[in-house]
């Protein structure tokens, strides 16, 4: 089967404009997690949804971010009004949450650079 | 919240020398603790996991130790290879919770021929 996808593979974008990341988790699936990861830095948690509960918003970092999910599926991260140190390889991980499986599987990521 | 520090930020080890790496964690709630690993341009992988029911997990050359009391989690790998350098990532989480992973800092490892 699938493994997660996102698109685009690379987005270059002008300060100031909008962006949409797109991730298509594993089919079945009902956790799906955002992270950021900075050149050479760690993971870094933005967002989280969990079936048909409010996701956890915790780790956005400002109100430019939002994140949704529609159907239980598909999700986009939105990014506005985009700055230089939004530049960073944004991931994204599904998860089969049942009793012992919590393994999280990652797309291959989206290079997002702001000029 | 859970907070992971994870040390060294780099390792280089000859090649088939062992290498370890260690991580902390702060909430002892948390009870799922993997390890990822992540080669230059490619996506975390997990390689291995342990839960806290156990002290010591083992797969072939790679071995994770987990100390629930000092709260204290490391990753050791024997005999490495040259494709064994990548980064690796440790994380804490509250299995069955969904809740997200905490992950470390990272360490860059280097297996020199």
Known sequence: GAGVSQSPSNKVTEKGKDVELRCDPISGHTALYWYRQSLGQGLEFLIYFQGNSAPDKSGLPSDRFSAERTGGSVSTLTIQRTQQEDSAVYLCASSLVARGVHEQYFGPGTRLTVT | ?113
């Open chain 2, 1 to 113: 919240g859970e907070n992971v520090e994870q040390h060294p930020s780099t390792l280089s080890v000859q090649e088939g020398d062992s290498a370890v790496i260690k991580c902390t964690y702060s909430d002892s709630a948390s009870n799922y603790f993997p390890w990822y690993k992540q080669e230059l341009g490619k996506r975390p992988q997990l390689i291995i996991d342990i839960r806290s029911n156990v002290g010591e997990k083992k797969d072939q050359r790679i071995a994770v130790t987990l100390n629930k009391t000092a709260k204290h989690f490391s990753l050791h790998i024997t005999e490495t290879q040259p494709e064994d350098s990548a980064v690796y990532f440790c994380a804490a989480s509250l299995e069955g919770s969904a809740r997200q992973l905490t992950f470390g800092s990272g360490t860059q490892l280097t297996v020199l021929p």
